[in-house]
């Protein structure tokens, strides 16, 4: 939902990440790594994950958000996705793309046969909370994905289910 007072800034297109946003991404994912609320990658992780990721391009051509998904299993083996690397530009905050980005990557999520997908915030999470996701799931999050979760930075788990 848009912030009172923000115009909303259109987003040309949500669209797959290729190796040559890489860089982009990266530079889009540092600041946020160094507040803490992301895990540090090198742009080389980004290269080699590309095709984890959607970016959010606004209609001059600006990366304005990205978002990436990876299939797991659940702790009970059934099919789910992790939702990870979730930002928007400081300047596009409030204005629409992280709802544009969410939608798209449950859109995806479900296409690929997730019936849950998981994600973790140090933060309120209150987008995530709009977009259908509840707190709560670690027991159920895929085992490997779980032991990466930081409690030092009060990693919270938030699950959301498609089916």
């Known amino acids: 939902m848009p912030r009172p007072g923000l115009r909303s800034e259109p987003v040309a297109v949500v669209r797959p990440a290729g190796r040559s946003d890489a860089a982009a991404v990266h530079r889009?994912?540092?600041?946020?790594?160094?507040e803490g609320a992301l895990r540090y990658r090198p742009a080389s992780r980004y290269a080699r994950d590309a095709a984890d990721f959607l970016v959010a391009e606004t209609a001059h051509g600006d990366l304005a958000g990205c978002v990436a998904l990876r299939a797991r299993s659940d702790a009970r083996g059934r099919a789910?996705?992790?939702?990870?690397?979730?930002?928007?530009?400081?300047?596009?905050?409030?204005r629409g793309i992280g709802s544009a980005l969410l939608r798209a990557v449950l859109a995806e999520a479900a296409a690929r046969g997730a019936a849950r997908v998981f994600t973790a915030t140090a933060g309120s999470g209150l987008l995530f909370l709009r977009h259908g996701f509840?707190?709560?799931g670690e027991e159920e999050a895929p085992p490997g994905w779980r032991s990466r979760l930081d409690p030092a930075r009060g990693s919270r788990v938030l699950v959301c289910a498609l089916t």
């Open 134 to 136: 509840v707190v709560g």
């Open 80 to 94: 789910a996705a992790v939702l990870y690397n979730f930002c928007v530009a400081e300047g596009s905050q409030g």
């Open 28 to 34: 889009l994912s540092v600041p946020f790594a160094r």
